[in-house]
Nanobody, 125 residues
């Protein structure tokens, strides 16, 4: 089992930056990818960014490319999401997710075995 705990969410203004964190514990060696998803009120949960733990390759949704950066600290089993130039449409609950071993369909929620409880990010205009 892998446990994920997000932190760092909050209320910011449009144009501000925010970094959220995901601390993983348990059998973290068994996970090949970690990712951030988000869910806005009344909308489906969507993929935001992902990172392959073996080589640090990163992947982004088009809506956040160039503004958000995902990074990982394997030694401390922590994944970060640096969010710059935030927009009101970035307002959502952000969830950390971890896959099992092997290859996955990165953007599919069903690829991930473990989920955090979520952290709220609110961007005011």
């Amino acid at each position: 089992q892998v446990q994920l705990v997000e932190s760092g969410g909050g209320l910011v203004q449009a144009g501000d930056s925010l970094r959220i964190s995901c601390a993983a514990s348990g059998r973290t060696f068994s996970t090949s990818f970690m990712a951030w998803f988000r869910q806005a009120p009344g909308k489906e949960r969507e993929f935001v960014a992902g990172i392959r733990r073996s080589d640090g390759n990163t992947y982004y949704a088009e809506s956040v490319k160039g503004r958000f950066t995902i990074s990982g600290d394997n030694a401390n089993n922590t994944v970060y999401l640096q969010m710059n130039s935030l927009k009101p449409e970035d307002t959502a609950v952000y969830y950390c997710a971890a896959s099992g071993p092997g290859g996955i369909v990165l953007v599919a929620q069903t690829s991930y075995r473990y989920w955090g409880q979520g952290t709220q990010v609110t961007v005011s205009s």
